[in-house]
Structures are given as C-alpha cells and as structure tokens.
C-alpha cells in the first residue's frame, strides 16, 4: 500500500514562499499522476495542480502565476512551491496520488501565512 | 466560492438512505464523467468513495453508489451507519486548463 508523507515549514511571513514536500513510500512514484490540493481551515478542497512522473505539470488557473510543482524520481519525492504567499494561502495541504480523481493521501500538514 | 454547488448538510437516521447532489456545469460535472466523491472525518485526509460518477475503490462497501443526471451528480448512502457521519466532497473534471475542481462539501449528519 503506497503512503504519502507532506514535509515542510509550518508558518511562513506574508511574501516568503511556501516549500513542501511529498514523500512516496511502499510504491513507485513512476506511471503515476501526483497533485498537491490545500484546505483552508473549516473550508472545502482547492486543487492546486498536478505533476506526471516525467516532468509535464498542469496548475489551477488562479494560482498558475505563483506555483512550481517539481519531481525527483530517484528519491520518490515531489514538491511544490508557492511563492508571494498571503494569509488566504493558510490551509492544510495534502498531496495526493492521481489527476482528476486522487485515490491516495497523505494525512496533510498546516502551512499557516502571518506576520 | 466552489466551482460546484452541494447543499451544506444532510442527515438520515441509522438503517436509511440519504443522497447528495452535487451541481456544476456543462464544463465539468455535465461534459465528463470523472466525478468522484471524498469522505473526511474531522482532522483527517479526504478518502475516495467513488470514481468516474459510480466506480467503487476496493474496499468502500456497496452501501455508497454515484450517479449522474445532466449537470447534477449524486451520492447515495445506503443503510446508514453510524460512521458514515463526515464531511462529503464532490470533484469533476474541468478540461484540459482546469482539471480539478471541487464542491463546497456537505456535512452528513446520522441521527
């Protein structure tokens, strides 16, 4: 059974960008799609975008100007960068296995934007 | 605001049936059948319950079925239990510029 684990800062200043990483355990992280989606708090799911495995990233249009999604198959690991980030940037991220439908979490981690 | 609509909250007492829409557009919901509905309990990930309108992962019993109508899809749960009480989302497929996009969730309550 593949798991996910989210690596990174939990609180970062407004305009500082946001670094996060996904650990792939139990599983290739090769053939498969790979997503980062946020949740603000007591609020519903944004999907941010997603990576294949060879490189090629699609981004949700109202973020696309500030956000990096980036692979490294040889520690089975992708990332995702979010810069110029602002309070509204608050939520859990996850990131999560699949394109249109995500079928493999990981448990999240709470990124938390303020002065 | 979400890109899909669903109704804030809905509840079933143990033993019963309650369904969830979820209403999008003729961009998403309507144009492609890759709607999948997430369960989340409090504090924890979303899981998948259903992919592409009515598939079932292994392991999400039969008691959860998906459908679609036109631009409304829905989510039934059957047989109420009492950990079926979360938070449901749905998600569409939004074309090749926004390929994922979400509902609002609803909460389901177990009376």
């Known amino acids: 059974q593949v798991q996910l684990q989210e690596s990174g800062p939990g609180l970062l200043k407004p305009s500082e960008t946001l670094s996060l990483t996904c650990t792939v355990s139990?599983?290739?992280?090769?053939?498969?799609?790979w997503s980062w989606i946020r949740q603000p708090p007591g609020k519903g799911l944004e999907w941010i975008g997603y990576i294949y495995y060879s490189g090629s990233t699609k981004y949700n249009p109202s973020l696309k100007s500030r956000v990096t999604i980036s692979v490294d198959t040889s520690k089975n690991q992708f990332s995702l960068k979010l810069n110029s980030v602002t309070a509204a940037d608050t939520a859990v991220y996850y990131c999560?296995?699949?394109?249109?439908?995500?079928?493999?979490w990981g448990q999240g981690t709470l990124v938390t934007v303020s002065s | 605001q979400s890109a899909l609509t669903q109704p804030p909250s809905a509840s079933g007492s143990p033993g019963q049936s309650v369904t969830i829409s979820c209403t999008g557009t003729?961009?998403?919901?309507?144009?492609?059948?890759?709607v999948s509905w997430y369960q989340q309990h409090p504090g924890k990930a979303p899981k998948l319950m259903i992919y592409?309108?009515?598939k079932r992962p292994s392991g999400v019993p039969d008691r959860f079925s998906g459908s679609k109508s036109g631009n409304t899809a829905s989510l039934t749960v059957s047989g109420l239990q009492a950990e079926d009480e979360a938070d449901y989302y749905c998600?569409?497929?939004?074309?090749?510029?926004?390929?994922?996009?979400f509902g609002g969730g609803t909460k389901l309550t177990v009376l």
């Open positions: 003729s961009s998403d919901v309507g144009d492609y059948n890759y």
């Open positions: 592409e309108v009515s």
């Open positions: 998600g569409s497929y939004a074309g090749s510029d926004n390929l994922g996009v």
């Open positions: 139990g599983g290739s992280i090769s053939s498969y799609y």
């Open positions: 999560a296995r699949g394109r249109s439908s995500w079928n493999q």
